[in-house]
């Protein structure tokens, strides 16, 4: 059974940082373009941050130059480092393949609340 875990959410104040991880099992992900997505209250699930199996990164205008995707391939996981946080990143973020998602594979995502 293929599981992507989520994790390292949490409340932020502005301007802060947090390092989401994504740990793959059930399946060898090494090859695959990867992503990380978010959907905020009320608003469509977006794909911010991408990195295929080469390392090559690709970011949305929103989040670009404050995240950055990584991956360890060893340990089949995907990273987000998100610094400089704002309100509007406040969201259930989730990782899966990318940029077609597919379905089978969403989680539960990880809470990223930014707020003073």
């Known amino acids: 059974q293929v599981q992507l875990v989520e994790s390292g959410g949490g409340l932020v104040q502005p301007g802060g940082s947090l390092r989401l991880s994504c740990a793959a099992s059930?399946?060898?992900?090494?090859?695959?373009?990867m992503g990380w997505y978010r959907q905020a209250p009320g608003k469509q699930r977006e794909l911010v941050a991408t990195?295929?199996?080469?390392?090559?990164?690709n970011y949305a205008d929103s989040v670009k130059g404050r995240f950055t995707i990584s991956r360890d391939i060893p340990k089949n996981t995907v990273y987000l480092q998100m610094n400089g946080l704002k309100f509007e990143d406040t969201a259930v973020y989730y990782c899966?393949?990318?940029?077609?998602?597919?379905?089978?594979?969403w989680g539960q995502g990880t809470q990223v609340t930014v707020s003073s």
């Open positions: 899966n393949t990318a940029p077609r998602s597919t379905d089978i594979y």
């Open positions: 990195i295929t199996g080469s390392g090559r990164t």
């Open positions: 059930g399946r060898d992900f090494r090859i695959s373009t």
